[in-house]
């Protein structure tokens, strides 16, 4: 029945994602004159299965696209009919209801079934599967109707992405939750040993119990209501809900029926342009059986699938591009990213791996063998560089590997740099420079970019990236970029600072709640890698608690959490606080026994303090209790934080000295250690003119004169050093500490995120004039408040290692891995100038484990100067 071009009739049989994804792409390129109907069996449009924890919500709207697509002269939708017969020699389907259909091209769009194992039992009513709208209607029904059980409890089989996901929307309903699986760690599938048992922990801390190595032998009603499940060790465990995310198996009963090729594992088998045995007849999404690779249960491979399609359908010549198995779980306060080849299947490929138990972390990176192409990763507990590190596999990385990972958190290098053709979104498919287009064809927003693109509106996981490219795009064309902190927040740092201080809230949870953008489907705002840490250090300003409190420690920066500084060989720093350098002899010797007991490197920074470097995690508890017996505490060095006090040694010492700058610096350093701002902020003093504390190049710069203190702010050392300006001179110590006490309280309530105190001066309408007005004249009127502010800081101190080692719970996150104790025997050392440092790459060969360095105590075989 030849027709021509333009009066085909396209039949999809399916209405899932890649249906419409197909007839998105067909309506976009243009239809001329074509008709499509979309034939789908459950009763809704199709619908973002991906995001399907939403429905736990029933409110919650998981349409695709436009509405109107639907609604147009050339697209029908049939909903609620299954198509149960191919005719392929007469090319038309028949509906379970009875409907024939004609068709010149037909798409097969079936999608999977969630699979269910012969287990006796398996098929009782009660026992569920997770994949559509209407199982996760059904499961919180069942939910709903446990009303007199105080916490209902459900067994979940399987541990892969859509179990742990189940669990999640489960525990959100109050539910007790068990998981158990044949693997010996979660997302077997996806993840190596390391990171599975690492998510094994992030999911235990949310509450799920989870059970490796066993599964259901037999289910069985009990009489007590729920099921008696049997399981594979002969153990009984009771449960009122049992779920099945055991896999999934392709939806190609319609192409069997029809006799095309089927794959040896399933699946309508296509050609690379989506074709199957019958040229008429196309297979995209789950059900195709792609060569070489089977099916794919990942949604960007279909959408590339149904782009192809639509390509081919048209007239055109595309052909599918291969499968990019990146993936993001999308489980509440739980990060895990998988991308590129993340099991390290390529030969001689080499793994870089960073373990992090307080910070519950685990990044491996896979690269070529000689080191510097990225071939793929997992990040599990901290998946913050995900974004910027899926777009770099198959390219080389510009600098150490593992300077990716310790860098999770901040600004990876050059993300906002990235080549055009590297992708970043790949659910659908849209490049770095595609993005960089749309912001210079007129989109300035992020809201703006993805509806333009796409980029970021599918699992979401490169929204951040999309952010950083639109920002640098704007950037580097003079506009202007909004304050707002994130997607996730309208309001800028300052705004945000004083709304949750007046709200008085106390957590992420009820500031994003509060104050957060509404989601345009209702769901919840979880915040993202910029707004979390700014929200905890917001927090950690106005409530002066433990920063790791109240699950605050997720929210922290990398340093913050473990309350030390990591380094690049994946050991920490561990720096005590010496109020203005001063410290006694008994302290140095213990600083010199720590160091020499557990084989640190020392070095005396440039704050006037002693850096331990080399330290493990597990030895952090311990190092800090040496150093708090011998009456030291955290010198703050991981924090954004108050840092320290540099002083020269004033007139107690000095014949040009004209005050005592050393004893000021303490007075200074001891009231404001701890206080968390938006950036580090570092003091110094000098004893008189020739300012050998170099003040001027710190934020707070005291320096003295014959009748007090002249005080300068502003200043900064890094990358782009400034010099501090004078605010007001020759203070009394009483005036100079209150005014100290205005400026960093306001710097602290209105600085944007990581802004030194230089940026937000030349960034405050009307400079250090404006400054002087409002903490010198109170033309605010907020001198008061910004005084008792600190006031309250100072008094409420605690130090924050006695306080993590007075407390059990708080020391598991040092402790929490089961082999913390033992050493890393990737942790290796060489001798230099009588210490041990972490060796160079040519020098691995000579280099001894850290274990050894640790036996030899103090002899240390001296090389070098
Ligand atoms: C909970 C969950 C979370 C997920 N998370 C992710 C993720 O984070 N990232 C990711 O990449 N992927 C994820 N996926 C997988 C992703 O949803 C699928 O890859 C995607 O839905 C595949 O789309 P599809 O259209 O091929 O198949 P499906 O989504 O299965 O849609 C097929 C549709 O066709 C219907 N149908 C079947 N047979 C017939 C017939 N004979 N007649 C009419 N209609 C029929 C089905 O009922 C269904 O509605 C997730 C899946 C689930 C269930």
Known sequence: MPTSPNTQHIVVAGGGPAAFRLVDALTTRGLDGRTVTVIGEEPHEPYDRVNLARRWDPESDLRLGDAALWQRDDVALICGERVSSVDREDRRVRTDAGRVVDYDELVLATGSYAWA?????????????????????????????????????????????LGLEAAGGL?????????????????????????????????KDLGVEVQNDVGPQ???????????????????VAADLVIFAVGVRPRDELGRDAGLAIGPRGGVVVDDTCRTSDPQIWAIGEVACLPERGCVGLVAPANAMAEVVADRLL??????????????????????????????????????????PARGVYQKLVMSDDGRTLLGGILVGDATAYASLRPMVGRALSGEPAGYLAAAGTDLPGSGDLPDDAQVCSCNAVSAGTIRGAVRDGCSDVAGVKACTRAGTQCGSCVGLVQKLLNTELAAAGVEIPKAVCEHFALSRSELFEAVRIAGLTSFTAIVERFGVPRPDRTANRGCDICKPMVASILASLHEEYVLSDGRGTLQDTNDRALANLQKDGTYSVVPRIPGGEITPAKLKVIAEVAEEFGLYTKITGGQRIDLF?????????????????GMESGHAYGKAVRTVKSCVGSTWCRYGVQDSVGM??????RYRGLRSPHKIKLGVSGCARECAEARSKDVGVIATDKGWNLYVGGNGGFTPRHAELLVGDLSDEVLIKVIDRFVMYYVRTADRLQR??????DLDGGLDHLREVILDDSLGICAELEEAMDRHVSSYTDEWA????DPERLRRFRGFVNAAEPDPTITRVPERGQWRPPHDHERDAAVPQIAVLACGPTIPVRGR
């Not at 289910?219 to 153990?235: C, H, K, W, Y």
């Not at 105190?757 to 030349?762: C, L, N, S, V």
């Open 803 to 806: 306080a993590t080692l007075a």
């Open 218 to 236: 037999v289910i069985e009603r009990a009489e007590t209501g729920g099921f008696a499940v049997t399981l594979t060790d002969d153990s009984v």
């Open 614 to 630: 080399g330290a493990r995690l597990d030895q952090l508890p311990d190092i800090w209790q040496r150093l708090i017996d011998a």
């Open 665 to 670: 610096a303490i007075e200074l350093e001891l």
């Open 757 to 762: 105190t230089a940026a937000w001066i030349a």
């Open 171 to 203: 525990v959100n309903q109050g539910v007790d939750v068990r998981v158990v699986q044949l693997a010996p760690w979660l997302m077997p599938a996806q993840l190596d040993q390391g990171g599975g048992q690492a998510l094994g922990r992030l999911i």
């Open 117 to 161: 194992p012969p287990v006796p039992g398996a098929d009782l009513d009660g026992v569920h599967v997770y994949r559509t709208i209407a199982d996760v209607d059904r499961m919180r029904d069942h939910v709903a109707s446990l009303v007199t059980k105080k916490t209902p409890t459900a067994l979940i089989v399987g541990g892969g992405l």
């Open 315 to 356: 007239g055109g010549r595309g052909t599918f591009p291969g499968v990019d198995d990146s993936t993001k779980l999308k489980l509440s306060g739980i990060d895990v990213a998988v991308f590129g080849d993340a099991l390290s299947r390529a030969p001689d490929c080499l793994d870089v791996v960073y373990a992090d």
